[in-house]
């Protein structure tokens, strides 16, 4: 039996994907100038039958110089946050606080129907079929995490280092489900990336069945070579504060070889309001330039 407020979370998160998207619904009198970002790049991947869109963000000073190879951020959900961490790179990039990075925005679909199914599949590393029957869009199935992660490896990087300038120096990072697998591939795939960006994870997916993955993880394991940043908004509530809080402690108490852990509450902030906060402070923690 579903708790409550588990049940009223998986309503809000839901609500939340058609937010997203609402404005496409709406007519206008006006002629709008539609402003949402196009891909650089639309792959088809064989593995998960699915197409995703990339978006790039280049350092400054990539066209200027054609020696210089720089590591490469992968964001999740592509479609809604490359311009948040376009523009905050942008930013950071003027004040010099940041090293010189790719950024590649992963995109899950171009339309609302697409994204929420896609998303639903690829992020959610455990399948939930109680779940799934009651709330997930038609086509959609949890637990496809494993060959999104495969795609990831074998397709999308690929594809990324051989046109463009990269180094094998990779990170990826994700917000609310997209951080979910974030977490999963911190788990599973330290030899792909060494940085990233957990930003409100919904670990309260399968009754917090991430918790007990890591637990498991670490019966098995003293070395995590990784730098993480982990975070949530104060206000994101009660199946998510309590749960990240508890991810990040139990990491911590691990004392696992190899990891360099960090951590930020952000205060009165929401599931949706703590987006840009976790962007700037995820690349200034994972990307930082010190200054003397």
């Known amino acids: 039996m579903k708790s409550p407020s588990l049940i009223k979370n998986i309503k809000y998160f839901t609500l939340i994907f058609f937010i997203f998207y609402s404005h496409i619904g709406f007519s206008q009198?006006?002629?709008?100038?539609?402003r949402k970002p196009k891909p650089d790049h639309v792959i088809s991947s064989k593995i998960t039958k699915k197409d995703y869109q990339l978006y790039i963000s280049f350092p400054n000073q990539y066209f200027q110089n054609d020696s210089i190879h720089y590591p490469v951020l992968y964001n999740l959900d592509g479609e809604l946050a490359f311009q948040v961490f376009h523009g905050t790179r942008i930013a950071l990039d003027m004040a010099k606080e940041i090293e010189d990075v790719i950024i590649v925005g992963v995109g899950s679909g171009t339309d609302k129907e697409s994204w929420i199914i896609n998303r639903w599949t690829d992020y959610l590393p455990f399948e939930d079929k109680v779940i799934d029957?009651?709330?997930?869009?038609?086509?959609?199935?949890?637990?496809?995490?494993?060959?999104?992660?495969?795609?990831?490896?074998?397709?999308?990087?690929?594809?990324?280092?051989?046109?463009?300038?990269?180094?094998?120096?990779?990170?990826?990072?994700?917000?609310?489900?997209?951080?979910?697998?974030?977490?999963?591939c911190l788990f599973n795939a330290t030899d792909?990336?060494?940085?990233?960006?957990?930003?409100?994870?919904?670990?309260?997916?399968?009754?917090?069945?991430?918790?007990?993955y890591e637990e498991s993880f670490a019966e098995s394991n003293n070395v995590l070579n990784a730098k993480v940043f982990i975070s949530v908004g104060s206000l994101e509530g009660e199946t998510m504060v309590p749960q990240i809080t508890k991810f990040y402690y139990d990491i911590k108490?691990?004392?696992?070889?190899?990891?360099?852990?960090?951590?930020?509450?952000?205060?009165?902030?929401?599931?949706?309001?703590?987006?840009?906060?976790?962007?700037?402070?995820?690349l200034r923690t994972l990307y930082g330039v010190k200054h003397n």
Do not use: C
């Open 29 to 34: 009198n006006e002629k709008i100038i539609d």
């Open 133 to 184: 029957s009651l709330y997930a869009p038609e086509g959609a199935k949890s637990g496809g995490a494993h060959f999104f992660l495969e795609s990831l490896k074998k397709e999308i990087i690929p594809f990324v280092e051989k046109n463009y300038r990269t180094t094998k120096k990779r990170g990826i990072s994700g917000n609310s489900s997209g951080a979910l697998f974030v977490s999963y």
């Open 192 to 212: 792909i990336f060494d940085k990233f960006g957990i930003n409100s994870p919904s670990l309260w997916w399968k009754e917090n069945e991430m918790l007990r």
């Open 253 to 282: 108490s691990r004392n696992y070889k190899g990891l360099d852990l960090n951590w930020q509450v952000f205060q009165n902030e929401t599931h949706s309001s703590v987006l840009p906060a976790s962007i700037s402070r995820m």
